[in-house]
T-cell receptor, first 117, second 112 residues
Framework: EAGVAQSPRYKIIEKRQSVAFWCNPI?????LYWYQQILGQGPKLLIQ????????DSQLPKDRFSAERLKGVDSTLKIQPAKLEDSAVYLC???????????????FGPGTRLTVL | AQRVTQPEKLLSVFKGAPVELKCNYS??????LFWYVQYSRQRLQLLLR??SRESIKGFTADLNKGETSFHLKKPFAQEEDSAMYYC??????????????FGQGTILTVHP
């Protein structure tokens, strides 16, 4: 099966600019996650969707970050305006539905490496 | 709040030596714990999960609730085991069911 797709793979912007990342989960996966991974740290969850509804966005900096999953498939994560500290790898992951036979395994995309200058 | 701690950022061993990557957690409920691995130029992927009690690529991990640990072990390390390893804990209930909290990661290098 095709894996989780993300684009772009790399992005360099200047602070105060805007940027958007796109994720296409594995077909049939109802749950989609966006993680931020700062260099030297583990991934940190930003937002979790179940179909097109937000389940958890408690760690999303809502003054500058937004995410949507309008049709319950693809998702977009946006940063506006970007700050230097947003430099990180942004990972998208998906799974069928937490708690079922998948035992919570998440499938990750390749990530988007963002550099804010 | 739940937390996962991996005390070693770097771990180096020689091929054939035993290896243990440490993981400690704090969680108020019954934890679901995982080890994820990222090989060079590859995606983050699941290595093993405690609930399955499985051995993958010779690795095992035992959940010790008394010590709140989930250390990853392999008796004889191979060069192809060199990678970044993350311990992760999943929310076992509530609205954020399935949400993963990751440790900081340990870079394992196996020398020939």
């Amino acid at each position: 099966e095709a894996g989780v797709a993300q684009s772009p793979r790399y992005k360099i912007i200047e602070k105060r600019q805007s940027v958007a990342f796109w994720c296409n989960p594995i077909s049939g996966h109802a749950t989609l996650y966006w993680y931020q991974q700062i260099l030297g740290q583990g991934p940190k969850l930003l937002i979790q969707f179940q179909n097109n509804g937000v389940v958890d966005d408690s760690q999303l900096p809502k003054d500058r970050f937004s995410a949507e999953r309008l049709k319950g498939v693809d998702s977009t994560l946006k940063i506006q305006p970007a700050k230097l500290e947003d430099s990180a790898v942004y990972l998208c992951a998906s799974n069928t539905r937490p708690g079922l036979a998948n035992l919570n395994e998440q499938f990750f995309g390749p990530g988007t490496r963002l550099t804010v200058l | 709040a739940q937390r996962v701690t991996q005390p070693e950022k770097l771990l180096s061993v020689f091929k054939g030596a035993p290896v243990e990557l440490k993981c400690n957690y704090s969680y108020s409920g019954s934890p679901e714990l995982f080890w994820y691995v990222q090989y060079s130029r590859q995606r983050l992927q699941l290595l093993l999960r405690h609930i399955s009690r499985e051995s993958i690529k010779g690795f095992t991990a035992d959940l010790n609730k008394g010590e709140t640990s989930f250390h990853l072990k392999k008796p004889f390390a191979q060069e192809e085991d060199s990678a970044m390893y993350y311990c992760a804990l999943a929310n076992a209930g509530g609205t954020s069911y399935g949400k993963l909290t990751f440790g900081q990661g340990t870079i394992l290098t196996v020398h020939p």
